[in-house]
């Protein structure tokens, strides 16, 4: 047997290097893949082997840490809480958040301020390398183009079940179908014992970092792959002996992730899977700094770290099986996703008749749902690090996420990215038509979990069943960690804003006129940005009333129409420059 596993790696390994060698960007991923397996191979199985070795090994450091252990330790979380204590300062909108979530948590005086330090400085370092340093930003863009990339072989069971022309029914035929594939690789990868390695490392790191308890780790890196109401059925035997603490962490951080298996549905709406991946990593030590901060622990903690690694294998006994089983589980919440937006958007039309009608009453009849929106959530919107111009937008996008679902509102945000790679006026008739790719990129991180009203009801109702005996305790913390969910979004959304790049600026007056006096190709990266964004502030009210945005020319702003084709102008409406 070991003779044929050692043929098979070596085997493996000559692929691997031979394809390397030929062309090492097209088997980047292929050397990826090796390399993690690698990785898992040595810690799984060498680690523990060679524990005592490497215990002996380091020991002399351990020892030089123990002696001297008592000032370390008074330098290493002074600078800390002074590092932490100024970057709050400096980003005045998070400050504010800490601020209100302890004056209003439900034991001040109790609060431990490790899981809270730890898990705002996790987040925030988790930011910095993915979002502003080279690999960090280019290892998780690399990662959404291939998650993309993946999702698409989706197309070829919809286009064999749907028939060629499936796409013409986009969401029902070409989104959910997503939600099914991704239900059946998740549950292969949960047979082969992948996932559950992944949460345990996971769920290891958070213990050792943030200082959440053993139960509150495990279930919160669970909330990156299964949604919140699976994440509970992995600790069912457990729940019953969880503190009020740990059961409002749990539902904290389940209403400030979303599941892995409706990430394909989002990322087929348009939305970026990289800055989707980013939010599912920061938000996890974000949303246990928060349940902790607004519910701190009062009580002792009853599961142990090793009762709370242990997790079942699938009751699979194929791939195969383990393939369709995870399909049609997944059928439920295809239908689950169908109902909820028929429902959801036929109350939004209502709604926002019904509030029209009522606003006629006092001559004001563009009253609407989403105008209360952005009124009630532009504060909180702006205070992320949004323009003022595009707040109130961003404002609509919160309410319908918070009062609906996630998936409203990233269908709507969907609509407005769309609208802006069209490249069409910004403004029509004095209303903005879409907001800047930095509101964009903020708007992403805000909207993402499943902190919303219907998914409290959800939550209480699963929670309940499986722990009927702690239904008092699991309706006490409910709300408060609906609360803390929302604002555990909106805290990853103020370090998006911070730490997000944005365009740099060219002169673009140079670039477009001489790309279309000199006959230069026009479709250029900088003469197409130059162009969108001419489009986007140009003012046109009507055929011949034009005015271009930036001080540029009338011959730029028609050249630039004929270009992009924006569905949303009329290029005949732009006058030819004399």
Partial sequence: ???????????????????????FHRALLLFVITVAAIFFVVWDHFIPKYEHQIEGLLSPGREFLESHWFWLKWVIWSSLILGVVFWLIFDTAKLVYIILLFLFSKHPSKVRWRPVFWGIGLQFLLGLIILRTGPGCWAFQWLGNKIETFLEYTDAGASFVFGENYTDHFFAFKVLPMVVFFGAVMSVLYYLGLMQWIIRKVGWLMLVTVGSSP????????????????????IRPYLPY?????????????????????FGTYVSLGISPAHLLTASVMSVPASLAVAKLFWPETETPKISLKNAMKMGMSDSRNILEAASQGASASISLVANITVILIAFLALSSFANAALSWLGSMFDYPQLSFEMICSYIFMPFSFMMGVDWQDSFMVGKLIGYKTFYNELVAYGRLSKLVNLRKEAGPKFVNGVQQYMSIRSETIATYALYGFGNISSLGIAIGTFTSIAPSRKRDIAAVAVRALIAGIISSFMTACIAGILSSTPVDINCHHILENAFASGLPQNTTNVVSCCQNLLSSSVV?????????????????????????????NCTWIPDAF
Avoid: D
């Avoid at 003779?3 to 692929?15: S, V």
């Avoid at 139960?215 to 992995?234: D, H, K, M, R, W």
């Avoid at 969880?242 to 409706?262: C, D, K, P, Q, Y």
């Fill in 541 to 569: 009210t009507g055929p011949g009333e034009v005015i271009p945005g930036g001080n540029h020319s009338l011959n730029s702003l028609k050249n630039c129409c004929e270009l992009l084709k924006p569905s949303t102008l």
């Fill in 1 to 23: 047997m070991y003779i044929f596993w050692g043929i098979l790696l070596a085997g493996w390994l000559a692929m691997v290097i031979s394809a390397c060698v030929l062309n």
């Fill in 215 to 234: 139960i509150e780790s495990v279930v919160a890196a669970c909330n990156v792959f299964f949604g919140y109401t699976e994440s509970p059925l992995q």
């Fill in 242 to 262: 969880l503190t009020r603490s740990e059961f409002h962490a749990i539902m904290t951080t389940g209403f400030a992730t979303i599941a892995a298996n409706v």
